[in-house]
Structure formats: C-alpha cells, structure tokens
C-alpha cells in the first residue's frame, strides 16, 4: 500500500534520508511516535498541531499505519522512505513546512507580552508551570502548588533552569516543556551569548529525560519549534491584540499542561530578558 504524505518537517525529513529502523514508542488517537534509538519522527494527522518532529498523514492513511504497528513491528527508513510491511510512504517529493523564526532577529512586543501574560491568567492550566510566572494578587484564590511547581520555582530561584530537565511525568515532563518555551524567547529576541549558554547547560543535561521530550529539547535548541509557538510569537509582533489571545488559547490547549507550560517558559525568559525594555513586574 503506498501512503502519500501531506506535510513534513525538516528533521523528520532528514532522518529519513539514512537507512534505520524505527520502533514504536508511544500510540495515541492522532499520532504515532517513532523511535530508532536516536531519532524520534511523529506520524500524525493535520487534527494535530505540526511539530518539528511531524510527519502528516491523510487520516484513513494514518489509521491504516496505526492499526498494523505495534511494538513487535516497526518500520525501516531510507532513501526518503519510511516502510512497514506491506506500506510504504514517499517523503521524497513533499515540501517541507517552516519550524524556525525568520532569520532576522524581532524587535520585542512589550505591549503584544503584556496581553499574553494577562491572558495566561485566565487561560494558562493551573497545575501547569506556568503558574510560576503568573500568581494570583489575590491570597484567598491562591492555587495550592504541587512538588512540581514548588521543585521548579525553587531551582528557577536560584537560577539553575537546566536542572528543569526531566522535571514532571509523563512523556514530555513539564519542566522541559518550559525549558522549550525559553528557548523559543532566547532564539527570537535573546542574545548569542544568552542562548548559547543555556544550549550548552541543556545539552549536557539532555539525558535526564524521555526520548520523545529530549527529541524536542534538542530541536528547541537548533531553532526548530511547534506552529502555536511560531504563530504565537507572529501575532506578537503583529500587534493584533485579538490574534495574540487566539493564539494564547490554542497553545495553553496543547496537551494536558504541555502548552501551558511552555507558555510558563516565555514568561519566565521575558522577565528574565526583557527588563531593558520594561519594568520586570510588568510581565506578572
């Protein structure tokens, strides 16, 4: 059966340029996460947001795929081809989709950070990290931190975020989902110096993790990011108040606090960052 494939990433395209053999990691409605030791691709459908991981599929296509693998029978890549069985997909002649900033540095939004940071409020999950950079004014509606939380805001004190690295559960914790998010600050209004040094401190740290989450700290790290974050930071600099809470709402909805998390992390690098040109309680 020859599967034809709507959309891919860049790295997904990459890997699969050089023979291997990919292995199911995990399985879910929408997507399929392959692994080959050192690679991670995920096979998905468009009802997913694109990551630079993506590999997109036509649903019935994706359904077919998904109920063949299974973690006795994985799949080899080369040459542009990703075969099962009896399947095959052609990467060969589908485009790319764009997972970086353009390549001049913007020019921060102070009055676009400021609407997301209010939006965070009431959008953001409040078991999320987020949570962190967003406290209630108000001591009686005050939510009760988890050790997650009170782990992370600990180590963020003391100024060691690249010891957030495999904080939390699950299959991307949510201490790297914050570590995306600053990245994603870092690499569009940060300087060299600053991104390098926290690329540096993650890098070494990279083991700490799940293969799936390390897979999107390592391309977090090379510039390469999720649409809601790209769109996030377009609206920003667009200055269109209303697409800036849109696109707030769509990323705080990615997983169950994946997206409020990594929110938590641009706020954080804000504060951290953006103090020449804004007071640093502005942001919270």
Request: one cysteine or more; hydrophobic letters at 40%.
């Amino acid at each position: 059966m020859d599967i034809q494939c709507r959309q891919i990433s860049p790295y997904a395209k990459k890997c699969l340029q050089d023979p291997g053999y990919f292995q199911l990691l995990s399985k879910f409605e929408y997507v399929l996460n392959l692994w080959d030791g050192k690679n991670v691709l995920s096979l998905q459908t468009a009802q997913l947001q694109l990551t630079p991981l993506s590999l997109v599929l036509q649903e019935e296509d994706f359904r077919a795929v998904s109920s063949v693998l299974n973690r006795d029978r994985g799949c080899s890549a080369g040459g542009g081809l990703l075969r099962g069985d009896d399947w095959t997909i052609d990467t060969g002649t589908v485009k790319t989709f764009t997972c970086r900033f353009p390549e001049q540095k913007g020019n921060y939004p102070k009055e676009s950070m400021l609407c997301i940071a209010r939006a965070a409020r009431v959008l953001a999950k409040p078991d999320s990290l987020c949570q962190l950079m967003i406290p209630s004014r108000d001591a009686l509606r005050a939510p009760i931190l988890d050790s997650v939380q009170v782990s992370a805001g600990e180590l963020l004190a003391q100024r060691r975020p690249e010891q957030l690295v495999g904080l939390g559960s699950g299959l991307t914790p949510a201490g790297d989902d914050f570590l995306v998010g600053y990245l994603a600050f870092l690499h569009r209004y940060g300087s060299e110096k600053e991104l390098k040094a926290l690329r540096d401190a993650l890098y070494e740290a990279r083991h700490k993790t799940t293969a799936l989450s390390q897979a999107f700290l390592i391309r977090a790290m090379e510039g390469e990011f999720s649409a809601p974050v790209l769109e996030l930071f377009t609206a920003a600099e667009r200055g269109h108040q209303e697409e800036v809470l849109s696109c707030t709402a769509r990323l705080c909805a990615v997983g169950h606090t994946s997206g409020s998390d990594l929110l938590g992390g641009i706020l954080y690098a804000a504060k951290q960052f953006g103090s020449e040109t804004k007071k640093e309680e502005e942001i919270t």
